[in-house]
């Protein structure tokens, strides 16, 4: 497993800084997703990573080697280490195992026919050997790519947007090969702005904005515990409340709009703002009995089918919530637009940020 250490890095395009004192450790063996918005810097990033630019400030670190001691015969051997899948496929003329065989060669390799048809049974291409490479759909074509990198068998993956508007067959293929080559125990590096995928796959997260690490931990405590506003409007599904801090009846509640949203701080004043994630909002017919101190009526405003989960848009007052519930909970209340319904959750699954 190749362990991987950025520090400090930096890097522009003219006058313009696309990456700004960029720190972050790679976990070995996990999938590393790199999410954020569009011009985040992501695919500068991956591209430093992936030894094809170098940085104008600071250094990465590989197994503990410092890249800028590195001469040239060894920057190319640590180059070939790495396998990089750009968001746009870079195909040659030829067929499917053509396109296979030439990445191979240019590192001195010839694969077997079973090799070469073991990463094509991977990625969703099984038997497609002879066909055409420049025929193939737009989701084929990603797909084979990732094929081409799996045939070197580097030690350090780098995706760059794998499945960005690729058909659900494509993203299901490319997402099982990812999670594959973390259970295998090499090194991924995933650059996204799905927040669906990198919930999904994702061991650990760096949340980049305007070209500066803003967070990077386990998942779930960056999805779960923002540490800014653009990482919660990124990730919360719409559930961010902005308001004031007040203290009544030696409680601490966010006052927004028509809510008073009771939650745990210290602070008893100033603007805030509380972040409630999906999965954590209990819906029901009625009132709860139980220690959740927010309970709100409200009406289901729209219902949208995720698979294993629905997600319910939920009027409270003009405040709108989105929670996650089974399709059987679903059907048992009976919710569908236009019905009411109880939203509650407790205090402790606010998060919330000061703005001032």
Known sequence: MMEVRAEGLGRCAGRRRILAGVGLALAPG??????????????????????????????????GQRLGALDRRERTRLRRRCGFVFQ????????????????ARLRGLRPAAAAIGGVLERTGLAGRERQDAR????????????????????????????TANLDPLSVKSIETAIAALARAGRTVVLATHNLTQARLLSGRIAFLQDG??????PAAEVLGHPLS??????????????GRLARRDGSTFLDSGPL??????????????AVVRPEDILLSAGPLSSSARNSFRGTVAAVADLGALLALTVDC????FTAFVTPASCAQLGLQPGRETTLTFKATSVHLLPLD
């Open 229 to 242: 506003l653009d990482i919660a409007e990124f990730s919360a599904a719409g559930n961010i409340l902005e």
């Open 135 to 162: 025929l193939l759909s737009g989701g084929e074509k990603q797909r084979l790519q990732l094929a081409r990198v799996l045939l070197l068998d580097p030690e350090l993956y780098l995706l760059d947007e794998p």
């Open 260 to 273: 008073a949203v009771e939650v745990l701080s210290e602070r008893g004043a100033g603007r805030a703002a």
């Open 317 to 320: 007052s003009g405040v709108m």
């Open 212 to 217: 500066r690490l803003v967070q990077s931990g």
């Open 88 to 103: 746009a496929p870079l195909l040659l003329a030829g067929s499917v195992e053509d396109n296979l065989r030439f990445g």
């Open 30 to 63: 996990a999938v590393n997703v790199v999410l954020g918005p569009n011009g985040a810097g992501k695919t500068t990033l991956l591209r430093l990573l992936g030894l094809l630019d170098r940085p104008d400030e600071g250094d990465i670190l590989y197994d």
